[in-house]
């Protein structure tokens, strides 16, 4: 069993900020990319940030400069910091991982549960 657990998730005003964490637990073996992607209402679901194992980021270009990911691979946990924040921003956030598991050697993607994020004043 693998499971990604997702808080941070709230409400805030335009120019805030909130920190989404998402934590990877369970059979687990190795951890390579982790992901944040969010949906928001009748939209698909899109990818905000990616960290690779070593450390290597990419951003969508509506969250450069505003948003930052991180990750802590001895917790096998990933961080995004979210700074001024808009409307635009408001949808659920999920985490993703490729995960390795430790009972079958198997690699897989797996998400988290999602959190949402609403910005507005």
């Known amino acids: 069993q693998v499971q990604l657990v997702e808080s941070g998730g709230g409400s805030v005003q335009p120019g805030g900020s909130l920190r989404l964490s998402c934590a990877a637990s369970g059979s687990i073996s190795a951890i390579s990319a982790m992901e944040w992607y969010r949906q928001g209402p009748g939209n698909l679901r899109t990818l905000v940030a990616g960290i690779t194992h070593g450390g290597s980021t990419n951003y969508d270009e509506r969250v450069k400069g505003r948003f930052t990911i991180s990750r802590d691979n001895a917790k096998n946990t990933v961080i995004l910091q979210m700074n001024s924040l808009s409307p635009e921003d408001t949808a659920a956030y999920y985490c993703?991982?490729?995960?390795?598991?430790?009972?079958?050697?198997?690699?897989?993607?797996?998400w988290g549960q999602g959190t949402q994020v609403t910005v507005s004043s």
């Open positions: 993703k991982a490729e995960i390795q598991r430790s009972d079958s050697g198997v690699w897989g993607d797996y």
